[in-house]
């Protein structure tokens, strides 16, 4: 017990911390682009394209707990997708708003593991979710590079390169593990209890459930690109609402939206504040964009709203909540 407290308060103390740096982050870059928020705020903005703007976001996140549904209806065919709606919202908000160490996918392995579903294998659906969602992201960023590559600055052929490796290093890390690699070449990795060799045992897992439906692996892939086309056309609007005569064009966005949102998976307090609007800024200059970062905190407002609703839902279901948050700190080790 003293020493789950101990740690408990070690996380407490870690993650108060890397709140502040988050909003140190966000002051600094704050502070750099005052006069760019004076201007801002001296004329009207178009509330219209904010609403649509978040309207399209909301259907980007909702797509994505589809997604999810369809990659654990492969290891329990009885998970519903009402369930899979429910603890994405919630998810997503413990991943964005609430302190502390119990994140959004500890509570989705929670409630699959009381539907008895291996932990190896509610944890594969998740790894393999993130991946897909990384391929699809910079999938979309590799194809807007391709299209706009004799046309673009050297500045601009940086973040091409940039999108294709992170592309191509993410599809050999999915074709690594599908073939197990890993233990093949190192076949003493997935021996005794340590960390690595809980790491091993649950790619190995992700390999044998999922390479045998390739189809729902395909069509994952198909629906994080969807999703994060969403995501860049609401970073786009975000934008023109902000600044009407924007020269940056949504295939720029393209390249500066997916690069900028990769940023969120960063372990930073209330997905990555600060350290996004920070690399938004400098990205966007490198497109000519008016201001990344401010663009990038419109995008926030709508990722905070989303995780409103998941309050909501958390509200509404609180004691179930509770139960499996508390199920996922003792799981937390493991």
């Not at 997935?190 to 390739?214: A, N, Q």
């Not at 609401?234 to 720029?252: D, H, I, N, W, Y």
């Not at 990205?283 to 407002?301: D, I, T, Y």
Request: with cysteine; proline share 4%.
């Amino acid at each position: 017990m003293e020493k789950n407290a101990s740690a408990r308060k070690l996380g407490g103390l870690i993650h108060a911390g890397l709140a502040l740096v988050a909003c140190g982050l966000l002051a600094w870059v704050l502070s750099k682009n005052a006069d760019a928020i004076h201007k801002v705020y001296d004329r009207p903005l178009d509330w219209n394209l904010f609403a649509i703007a978040g309207l399209i976001y909301m259907i980007g996140v909702v797509s994505t707990f589809v997604r999810w549904y369809f990659l654990v209806k492969v290891v329990d065919p009885r998970f519903t997708l009402r369930a899979a709606i429910l603890l994405g919202f919630i998810g997503n908000l413990f991943n964005l708003l609430i302190p502390g160490a119990v994140g959004g996918d500890l509570i989705k392995a929670a409630y699959l593991s009381r539907m008895h579903v291996k932990r190896t294998q509610a944890i594969a659906s998740m790894v393999i979710d993130r991946i897909l969602g990384l391929l699809g992201l910079f999938l979309l960023a590799s194809v807007a590079g391709a299209f706009i590559w004799s046309a673009a600055s050297p500045e601009i052929h940086k973040l091409i390169v940039a999108a294709w490796v992170i592309n191509l290093a993410t599809l050999l890390l999915l074709v690594a593990i599908f073939s197990q690699v890993f233990t093949r070449i190192f076949p003493g990795l997935g021996r005794g209890h340590g960390k690595v060799s809980l790491i091993v045992d649950e790619l190995k897992e992700m390999s044998s459930t999922y390479r045998r439906r390739l189809d729902v692996v395909g069509l994952g892939w198909l629906m994080a690109a969807g999703n994060h086309t969403l995501n860049v056309l609401a970073f786009f609007l975000v934008g023109k609402m902000l600044f009407p005569s924007m020269p940056t064009t949504l295939t720029q966005h393209f390249l500066l939206a997916p690069l900028t949102l990769f940023t969120i998976a960063v372990p930073l307090p209330f997905g990555a504040l600060g350290l996004s609007e920070s690399v938004a800024d400098v990205l966007g200059k490198m497109v000519n964009h008016p201001s990344g970062m401010l663009a990038m905190l419109g995008v926030r407002v709508l990722m905070y709203g989303g995780a409103l609703v998941g309050l909501v839902v958390y509200l509404t279901r609180i004691r179930e909540v509770r139960a499996l948050a508390e199920a996922a700190r003792h799981s937390e080790p493991e």
